[in-house]
């Protein structure tokens, strides 16, 4: 009788690519890896900033002080040139106003002509009259080309002027000479030019208001302000006689 010999089990044999496959897989992460040798792989060295150039800080603070300078330079040329154009208009609207105020007073020139002389008078006030009238028509065409409100505005009162201020000295060339001292002082009631304040006082309005428009938004605003605060504030008390009193009832 035979004994059976014991068989053993049989051998898997691995494919090489699964071998491979077995031998490399490995946690992921920070850990070494491993080679199919054995060997141990260091892990990537993480990425660094490069820290800027040293020539960089000196350059950006060369380009911030010259921005600076250029907005400084900027600001102070345009405030200039705003300072030097309000101050120009305002030459050119009180200039315009002199002329009309010496439109004003030739009636009284003519009331107060020499007596003695009486045709060098007429030809000498002529003269002044029209050198007057030139001038009027001067400012009144290069106050429109500034302005067109305040050029209206003095329009109107040039227009307004030559017909009131214009009857006043007809009336003073058919009147005689004055040939006494008391007559030198000619009241309202032979020469009335009080039609004028009003148009007169449109136009100081107007011009001054353009003015206004030519100052730094902080001094019109504070312009403004201080208008306001004299228009609604009560008039000063008398010094004297002090704060009016209640009626008693």
Do not use: C
Request: proline content about 10%; charged content about 20%; cysteine-free.
């Amino acid at each position: 009788m035979s004994i059976p010999t014991p068989t053993s089990p049989p051998i898997l044999e691995q494919s090489p690519t699964a071998a491979a496959s077995a031998s490399t897989s490995l946690p992921s992460g920070n850990a070494a890896t491993f080679s199919t040798t054995g060997t141990a792989t260091p892990p990537p060295a993480a990425a660094t900033s490069t820290p800027p150039p040293g020539w960089l800080g000196p350059v950006l603070a060369a380009l911030v002080s010259a921005a600076v300078a250029l907005w400084l330079a900027a600001a102070t040329a345009r405030r200039k040139s705003r300072e030097d154009e309000r101050s120009r208009q305002r030459d050119l609207f009180t200039a315009a106003f002199q002329a009309y105020a010496d439109y004003r007073e030739m009636p009284y020139a003519i009331r107060r002509r020499r007596n003695d002389e009486a045709a060098a008078e007429r030809v000498r006030l002529s003269e002044i009259l029209r050198e007057i009238q030139g001038r009027l028509t001067y400012y009144e065409t290069w106050i429109a080309a500034e302005s067109a409100t305040v050029g209206s505005a003095y329009t109107a009162l040039v227009l307004k002027a030559r017909a009131v201020v214009g009857g006043a000295m007809r009336e003073a060339w058919n009147t005689p000479a004055i040939a006494e001292d008391k007559a030198m002082n000619i009241p309202s009631a032979v020469v009335d030019l009080s039609s004028l304040a009003e148009l007169q006082g449109a136009y100081v309005t107007a011009f001054h208001a353009r003015l206004e428009m030519l100052l730094p938004w902080w001094k019109q605003l504070s312009t403004r302000l201080i208008t306001k605060v004299r228009q609604t504030s009560p008039p000063p008390s008398d010094p004297v006689s002090g704060p009016p009193k209640p009626l008693s009832s």
